[in-house]
């Protein structure tokens, strides 16, 4: 079946640094969604890409879906102590079915 | 957020007893889905609802059941409780595409 692969499954990062997480899939995405889970909290959702080759951005987030729709990333420009949290790819198929990564938990140090 | 309740948010229980989760949603979403979360296996779908009395599994499905009888609940339950099964469940709708999480219920089986 589909597997999507995320890493790193944990970052430790210093305020300010940047931070990427990288998602990949076995098979051919018709799309990608990003979540972030705030510690003991629920996922939230951030955006989704449906285009190849897309790139979007929030504020300090820039989102990529790779050229192939089998991977993407997530980038977070000068991290600050509000973006702790597990950050999710969730891979979509043609068929409506979503795929979760193992999510990759990032720690801000102030 | 988009109105979805689980009850209860916190379960102790043993060994072979029956459990049953409760979502609850004010947004008249058709999709509905029930997801568990465990340490480095991010949300794996155990099952998901596409209408009233309308269900299939997910990845994970075996050892629980499911049911829609109105558009706004979907119950999860754990026929015999397994250890295995202690983890932390999240309801989930879906709208557009995009999933809106509830706040999650954390069973501990013993």
């Known amino acids: 079946g589909q597997q999507v692969m995320q890493i790193p499954q944990y970052q430790h990062v210093q305020e300010g640094e940047d931070f990427t997480t990288y998602c990949n899939s076995s098979?051919?995405?018709?799309?990608i969604q990003w979540y972030k889970q705030r510690p003991g909290g629920h996922p939230v959702f951030l955006i989704q890409l449906v285009k190849s080759g897309e790139v979007k951005k929030q504020k300090r987030l820039t989102f990529q879906f790779g050229e192939a729709k089998k991977n993407s990333s997530l980038h977070i420009t000068a991290t600050q102590t509000t973006d702790v949290g597990t950050y999710f790819c969730?891979?979509?198929?043609?068929?409506?079915?979503?795929?979760f990564g193992q999510g990759t938990i990032l720690t801000v140090h102030p | 957020d988009a109105g979805i309740t689980q009850s209860p948010r916190h379960k102790v229980t043993e060994t072979g007893t029956p459990v049953t989760l409760r979502c609850h949603q004010t947004e008249n979403h058709r999709y509905m889905y029930w997801y568990r979360q465990d340490p480095g296996h991010g949300l794996r779908l155990i099952h998901y609802s596409y209408g009233v009395k309308d269900t299939d599994k997910g990845e994970v499905s075996d050892g629980y059941s499911v049911s829609r009888s109105k558009t706004e609940d979907f119950l999860l339950t754990l026929e015999s409780a397994t250890s295995s099964q202690t983890s932390v469940y999240f309801c989930a709708t879906e709208s557009a595409g995009e999933l809106f999480f509830g706040e999650g219920s954390r069973l501990t089986v013993l």
């Open positions: 098979t051919t995405l018709s799309n």
């Open positions: 969730a891979g979509g198929t043609s068929y409506g079915k979503l795929t």
